[in-house]
């Protein structure tokens, strides 16, 4: 069965960071199935250096790759000049949506799956997608 391995930012383990992802005090690892099932797999504080109100500090997007450098997906609510910059250089598919609670989520970004999935895919080939999907709740 297909799986991506999604990281979120969230202070609360119930709740994504309404701000930008790297601003979370942690970053939640999970494995989504493409039968809508879910595992939680860890939490790992960030530990990524503090941006003092600026955004899109290279190292500061380095830092964070390395905390959840396992990961497929990368889920936020904002495009921030971090995800922009994965979305172009990496191998990572950063996601935006409109859903707070990460139990949504779940279950909105597996009606995106294939989508999701292919993008995913692109990457591993090299072919790097600049798409950044934005997922909105229904």
């Known amino acids: 069965m297909k799986k991506i391995r999604i990281a979120l930012g969230s202070n609360d383990e119930k709740r994504v960071v309404l701000g930008h992802m790297g601003m979370?005090?942690?970053?939640?690892?999970?494995?989504?199935?493409e039968d809508g099932k879910s595992n939680f797999v860890e939490k790992r504080e960030n530990t990524s250096p503090n941006?003092?109100?600026?955004?899109?500090?290279?190292e500061k997007m380095k830092a964070c790759m390395e905390i959840f450098k396992d990961a497929d997906v990368i889920i936020g609510r904002k495009i921030s000049p971090n995800f922009i910059n994965m979305a172009a250089k990496t191998k990572f598919q950063p996601v935006v949506i409109?859903?707070?609670?990460?139990?949504?989520?779940?279950?909105?970004?597996?009606?995106y799956f294939g989508k999701i999935y292919d993008l995913i895919e692109q990457r591993k080939t090299g072919n790097i997608p600049k798409e950044i999907p934005e997922l909105a709740k229904g």
């Open 51 to 58: 941006e003092e109100g600026k955004h899109g500090i290279a």
């Open 24 to 33: 979370a005090e942690y970053f939640y690892i999970y494995d989504l199935f």
């Open 98 to 111: 409109e859903i707070d609670e990460i139990s949504e989520i779940m279950k909105e970004v597996v009606k």
